[in-house]
């Protein structure tokens, strides 16, 4: 072996074990999200289930190994609050993961596409989109 290539195997192996690392944690990323998704989906089905019911005031709930009657508004507020704790955790794993995808394309010596960290758009900047696109088309369209 040549002396460049002795030199060179140290950091080879190093940046090779990084992106196992990191392609490790990626991958285990990815399922807590599918895990929270399928709770989230639960928990979904589980409060429309509850707004659906008209006949009873209380409704009995499996809690742990014990049923219990609960109100059905406390029981909604509590599906609501367990949804926006699922929806938090999924988001924040998921802005982790986006900097994991991109220390590891770089470790890889990939080019990170265009758009990679493009986000969806909240509900209010829609409106305001829809409202400020609606102004201008009837600016346009008025002679």
């Known amino acids: ?16 074990k990084q992106s196992e690392n990191l392609g490790e944690e990626v991958l ?7 895990e929270l998704d399928k709770r989230r989906q639960t928990n ?6 509850v707004k659906n019911e008209k006949e009873e005031n209380k409704i009995w709930v499996m809690m742990g190994n014990e049923f219990v ?3 059905k508004s406390l ?7 367990d949804q926006k704790v699922l929806d938090k955790e999924i988001n924040s794993i998921r802005d982790g993961l986006k900097s994991k995808v991109q220390a590891l394309k770089q470790l890889e010596g990939e ?3 265009r758009g990679f960290f493009l986000e969806a758009m909240k509900k209010n900047e829609l409106s305001n989109i ?3 696109a609606g102004r201008v ?5 008025d002679p």
């Open 44 to 49: 979904r089905q589980a409060l429309r289930a």
């Open 28 to 34: 285990a990323d990815q399922q807590q999200i599918v």
């Open 137 to 141: 088309t009837e600016r346009y369209l």
């Open 75 to 81: 029981l909604g507020s509590w599906l609501e609050s």
């Open 1 to 16: 072996m040549s002396r460049v290539s002795e030199r060179a195997l140290p950091v080879y192996l190093q940046t090779l």
């Open 111 to 113: 080019e990170i596409p």
């Open 130 to 132: 829809g409202s400020t």
């Open 69 to 71: 009657k609960v109100e």
